[in-house]
Antibody
Framework: QVQLVESGGGLVQPGRSLRLSCAAS????????MHWVRQAPGRGLEWVAI????????QYGDSVKGRFTISRDNSKNILYLQMNSLRAEDTAVYYC?????????????????????????WGQGTTVTVSS | DIQMTQSPSSLSASVGDRVTITCRAN??????LNWYQQETGKAPKLLIY???SLQSGVPSRFSGSGSGADFSLTISSLQIEDFATYFC?????????FGAGTKVEIK
């Protein structure tokens, strides 16, 4: 079945870095854009970033732009989130999620549309705590 | 950036009740609105996409409507497994944004 499993979370000091991973299975990973979404304790959902199916395009939320980098390894079916200059307000559960839009080898290139911006499959999340 | 406002923030209802949650965007987002359900301690789950399309596997008691800036999610007959928090999300443009959530509690 379609599955996303996050890892890499933990306790980290302010200003330090952390890299999250998301292992995908049960679908053709290289045909879909992928998201990171986070949820601070007791709070709502905040979109973090998206990468296109081929990893050539990325977009970020305002609060993480310039500090976080989303990337992917389609040969290993893994999504990453490199988080630098971490702050206390980055403390959250981080979810990876699959975008709903299917991108074949030519369909998205021809249309120029790489995302639906709809998250149809979510992982269980990994917790990041930024504290001294 | 697009701001999403959900109401109410919480509600109490009984099994069998009809429940409606609303979501408003601060600009026209056409039909680009999704609804998610999140049970306590679990990941969100997609219920409705494109304002009114039911995601595969989601019970038909869930329905969505609206366009432009005003949207709603309706549960026609609340079941015990529906007590959860519901979020709307605009899929019109980046950066994507969510509503603050509506917690549906047992009366």
């Amino acid at each position: 079945q379609v599955q996303l499993v996050e890892s890499g979370g933990g306790l980290v000091q302010p200003g330090r870095s952390l890299r999250l991973s998301c292992a995908a299975s049960g679908f053709t990973f290289s045909y879909y854009g992928m998201h990171w979404v986070r949820q601070a304790p007791g709070r709502g959902l905040e979109w973090v970033a998206i990468t296109s199916y081929h990893g050539s395009y990325e977009q970020y939320g305002d609060s993480v732009k310039g500090r976080f980098t989303i990337s992917r390894d389609n040969s290993k079916n893994i999504l990453y989130l490199q988080m630098n200059s971490l702050r206390a307000e980055d403390t959250a559960v981080y979810y990876c999620a699959k975008d709903r839009l299917y991108c074949s080898r030519t369909s998205c290139l021809e249309s120029g549309v790489y995302y639906s911006y709809t998250m149809d499959v979510w992982g269980q999340g990994t917790t990041v705590t930024v504290s001294s | 950036d697009i701001q999403m406002t959900q109401s109410p923030s919480s509600l109490s209802a009984s099994v069998g009740d009809r429940v409606t949650i609303t979501c408003r965007a601060n600009q026209n987002i056409k039909h680009n609105l999704n609804w998610y359900q999140q049970e306590t301690g679990k990941a969100p789950k997609l219920l409705i996409y494109g304002a009114s399309s039911l995601q595969s596997g989601v019970p038909s008691r869930f329905s969505g409507s609206g366009s432009g800036a005003d949207f709603s999610l309706t549960i026609s007959s609340l079941q015990i497994e529906d007590f959860a928090t519901y979020f709307c999300q605009q899929s019109y443009t980046s950066p994507l944004s969510f509503g603050a959530g509506t917690k549906v509690e047992i009366k």
